[in-house]
């Protein structure tokens, strides 16, 4: 992952300071190179004579509640140490506000490659496939995860996730809300009065799974490290397959990041059913009915998400606010799709 270079929101003095009081064999000084991606919580790669770190801190400002969980992020990931989802290695943990004015984390740095668009135009077309099955192999493990065993038993509510998903991103929509969009207010509607019954399965999900948040090895067709764990809970595992493919019937390009339009067996990607099929054969499902219900239900998400990003962009929060309004004007269209896909429900 390549990092840009502002380090104006990340006091590496403090920084270092802090480290050297609570990281033993830590050594400084200390520079500060931040991500160009992620909208949510600022990320910055730390070079130090001893090796390479990265940081995780929530965002300045005022801050929607329950947003920007760094805590859980940092406790999720040292969970699945000795798991077989592949994580970064957690350092330290800060929950003193007064070092840097917010909470943060330390993990190791991962070496690996990042692929930022599904269409993975920097491979050849027969390399494509194995990346996609590495994919979908670590997304079934992700729900697979002994909850009792890593200590997640109670890393969410209990209950129906979706009618819990629904009231929650309702009420952060409408906290960000900046303008009425008509066909968002339609599918929350939808959704609320479609709410499937509860069907007992509860796992771990990512919360944001796609392919731009996973790290791969140098060399091989292997997930080095699941990254962005800030949406994770315990929840549906439809609800994660559901936003792969939601996220693929969306537009090509660094915006949509879709494969909507391809030719996908000529490019070498893989189409939305064999990708559900063989998801279903890694966890013995025969089936998932009514996963039109699933991509409604993952564009409204999503789209309450980036309402979010837009929201802090205006409010001078962001960690890109000119990137934060561009994703903000895709909320409509992902209403829109929302939809449509509940119409096939």
């Known amino acids: 992952m390549g990092a840009g270079a502002d380090t104006a929101t990340l006091d590496v003095e403090a920084v270092g300071g802090w480290i050297a009081a609570h990281v033993p064999g830590f050594s400084g000084p200390v520079t500060a190179q931040k991500f160009p991606t992620g909208q949510s919580n600022p990320t910055f790669r730390l070079a130090t004579p001893k090796g390479d ?6 965002p300045p400002g005022r801050l ?10 940092y406790r999720v990931q040292e ?8 994580v970064a290695r957690m350092i330290a943990y800060c929950n003193d506000l007064a070092v840097i004015g917010s909470e943060f984390y330390l993990m190791e740095h991962v070496q690996g490659r990042h692929f930022n668009l599904p269409h993975l135009p920097e491979l050849p077309p027969d390399a494509r496939g194995p990346i996609f099955d590495e994919m979908n192999r670590v997304l079934a493990a992700i729900h697979e995860v002994d909850l009792a065993a890593t200590g997640l038993a109670d890393y969410g509510p209990s209950g129906n996730y979706y009618r819990r998903q629904i009231d929650r991103w309702t009420t952060q929509y409408r906290a960000s809300e900046t303008e009425t969009i008509p066909a ?3 599918l929350i509607a939808w959704l609320d009065a479609n709410v499937p019954p509860d069907d ?3 796992c771990l999900t990512h919360g944001d799974y796609r392919l731009d948040n996973l790290l791969f090895a140098p060399d091989a067709p292997r997930v080095a490290a699941v990254l962005d764990w800030e949406l994770s809970t315990l929840g549906h595992p439809y609800a994660d ?5 939601m996220q693929w019937q969306r537009p090509p390009g660094p915006e949509g990041r879709g494969l909507a339009g391809l030719d ?12 559900i099929e ?9 089936g998932i009915p009514r996963f039109g219900f699933y991509i409604a239900f993952a564009n409204f998400r999503m789209a309450g998400i980036l309402q979010g990003v837009k929201k802090r962009a205006l409010d001078g929060n962001a960690s890109n606010p000119e990137k934060g309004l561009r994703l903000g004007a895709l909320v409509p269209g992902l209403a829109e799709a929302g939809l449509e896909a509940a119409a096939d429900a």
Do not use: N
């Open 79 to 86: 969970a699945l140490a000795e798991t077989p989802v592949p």
């Open 278 to 286: 063989a998801y279903c054969a890694r966890r013995g499902l025969t």
């Open 184 to 186: 968002m207010d339609a």
């Open 64 to 73: 929607l509640k329950s947003a920007h969980a760094v805590d859980r992020e």
């Open 241 to 245: 397959l559901a936003q792969v493919i």
């Open 53 to 58: 770190l990265v940081l995780r801190r929530k």
């Open 200 to 202: 007992g399965q509860t």
């Open 264 to 275: 996908r067996a000529a490019e070498g990607l893989p189409e939305d059913a064999a990708f």
